[in-house]
């Protein structure tokens, strides 16, 4: 594992020596589709303390169900670390999620890692680079001090879509990289998933002028325990146990920081349609059931 990992990563300098940190993204509703409340984010963080490595949460809009009032208390009390996130999409879900920052992140300046402003909007095309960075400088205005960056497809680092914001002056860059929607085979999975981190890091080392003037992590990755197969991924509690272990514990072990997508199953979720056309099903992505169950291994 490490001398594929050392060729994949020969031409990306990273500066971390230690193992990197592991986090999940985490949803803001219950199974049945209603919002969660404190408590329900404190049991969140209390099995994954029990059952995996992390200590830190990605989330995906600050005002949302409430979230920023409900997981950042959570986080105080359970010795978790929030990464907030803003939904730029829209003026109204942009103005909601900057008014909830304002009045909950100053509050809990130890508890709120950094803060995102978008979710692959790039590469939905939302937005140009350059009209994201517009908004990422207004949230950086209204709260200061805090880690401002962004989350997108790593192809939207790779490509030249965010060069914009990479030059910029953002704090902090997650790259999502899913080997499972690219229809890997899990044994091509791994490898996959490396080379698009090694594109989209070494670009964005390349274009800021720097190794390390921009904190990288990896935003999404997993595999999916059921569903159907999507090109020559398959669904499975085996495979998904398999890059787990070789994809994301393989990526920390060399220093980088990756966020896996999910922490919980979220069974509310509607039918999504692939790429290809074939149904995505997007209800069995978690490490763990809506119980709080580990499916498998998820320590590194």
Same mark, same amino acid.
Not at 226 to 249: E, H, L, R
Not at 259 to 265: K, N, T
Not at 277 to 290: F, K, L, P
């Given at each position: 594992m490490?001398?594929?990992?050392a060729?994949? +990563?020969a031409?990306v ?7 990197g940190?592991?986090?999940?993204a985490l ?8 919002c969660?409340g ?6 969140d +963080? ?25 997981v950042l ?5 359970t ?8 939904w730029?999409d829209?003026d109204?879900?942009?103005?909601l ?9 100053p509050?809990?300046k130890?508890q ?8 692959e ?6 937005f ?13 205005k ?6 401002? /960056?962004?989350?997108d ?6 490509? /030249?879509?965010?060069?914009a ?6 704090d ?5 990289a899913f080997?499972?929607?690219q ?9 996959? +998933?490396?080379?698009d ?16 003037a ?9 595999w ?11 669904p499975?509690v ?10 994301v ?7 980088f ?9 979220e069974p509310?979720?509607?039918?999504a ?15 763990m ?12």
């Amino acid at each position: 594992m490490r001398s594929s990992l050392a060729l994949i +990563f020969a031409s990306v300098i990273s500066s971390a020596a230690a193992a990197g940190s592991l986090g999940f993204a985490l949803g803001d509703k219950r199974s049945d589709g209603s919002c969660k409340g404190q408590d329900d984010y404190e049991a969140d +963080f209390k099995a994954l303390s029990a059952q995996t490595d992390a200590r830190i949460v990605r989330t995906y809009a600050a005002a949302e169900c409430n979230s920023s009032m409900n997981v950042l208390p959570a986080a105080k009390a359970t010795g978790f670390q929030v990464v907030l996130g803003v939904w730029p999409d829209s003026d109204e879900s942009f103005a909601l999620d900057k008014a909830a920052l304002i009045k909950y992140a100053p509050k809990y300046k130890d508890q709120v890692y950094a803060i995102t402003v978008g979710s692959e909007s790039m590469y939905r095309g939302t937005f140009t680079g350059t009209e994201l960075l517009s908004r990422i400088q207004e949230i950086k205005k209204a709260v200061p001090g805090f880690k401002i /960056g962004t989350a997108d497809s790593w192809n939207k680092f790779q490509d /030249g879509t965010a060069d914009a914001v990479i030059k910029g002056g953002v704090d902090i860059i997650l790259c999502n990289a899913f080997s499972y929607w690219q229809g890997q085979a899990i044994s091509n999975a791994t490898g996959s +998933f490396f080379d698009d981190i090694k594109q989209a890091f070494g670009h964005i080392q390349a274009i800021s002028g720097s190794n390390d003037a921009i904190e990288m992590w990896v935003g999404e990755t997993g595999w999916t325990t059921a569903g159907n197969k999507y090109g020559d991924a398959v669904p499975s509690v085996s495979n998904a146990a398999t890059f787990f272990k070789q994809g994301v514990c393989g990526l920390i072990e060399w220093g980088f920081n990756v966020f896996f997508f999910e922490a919980f199953d979220e069974p509310w979720k509607p039918v999504a349609t692939g790429q290809d056309g074939t149904v995505a099903d997007e209800t069995h992505w978690g490490a763990m059931t809506v119980d709080r169950k580990a499916k498998y291994a998820i320590k590194c």
